[in-house]
């Protein structure tokens, strides 16, 4: 809402179902595994077919760290695992011209963890070359996983709600 944009919290009842409202961008929050912090897990790996058409109709998903000491992403349609290692730490911008490369400037971040394994793009590493940030085209969307622990920059919500695209049923 600072940027100048609606957002809206789904709950796990609602997901999927006809109360969800169409969406641009679909933001899984650090944590989501754990349900310690949410109780969203059932819900996206009840929906995965939904979140696959989402992205494939040219909705984006941002994806955040599961916080599980070791993670695959199964709700998604891409391979995608991760570690977690709470750590701040020096990220290098590896592919720029990603859109995913708006997400946060690279330098000094908290991370959650890292990806220890995606058939995706590398687009932010560590010092010793593991990713952080992932992207992957699908379908006319994007899919977007982060363990770098930081809310994402004006410009690339800016660029995930722009205008040009429009909102997609999850």
């Known amino acids: 809402k600072e940027y100048g944009f609606s957002c809206q919290q789904v709950t796990p009842p609602a997901f999927g179902s006809p109360f969800c409202q169409p ?21 996206l790996e009840r929906n995965r077919n939904k979140i696959k058409k989402f992205i494939e109709d040219g909705g984006i998903v941002l ?36 859109p995913a490369a708006l997400l946060v400037e690279p330098g000094e971040k908290d991370c959650d963890g890292f990806f220890t394994g995606h058939d995706g793009e590398t687009v932010m590493a560590l010092d010793d070359g593991r990713p952080v940030l992932v992207y992957k085209k699908y379908g006319r969307g994007h899919i977007i996983a982060s363990a770098i622990h930081e809310y994402p920059d004006k410009k690339f919500i800016e660029w995930a709600c722009s205008g040009e695209r429009k909102p997609i049923s999850l």
């Open 63 to 98: 994806a955040f760290g599961a916080m599980l000491e070791d993670y695959t992403y199964s709700w998604l349609p891409m391979s995608l695992n991760y570690h977690m290692q709470f750590k701040t730490r020096n990220l290098k911008l590896v592919k720029p011209d990603s």
């Open 23 to 43: 969406t641009k961008l679909f933001i899984v929050p650090s944590g989501f595994a754990d349900p310690k912090y949410y109780k969203i897990l059932p819900a």
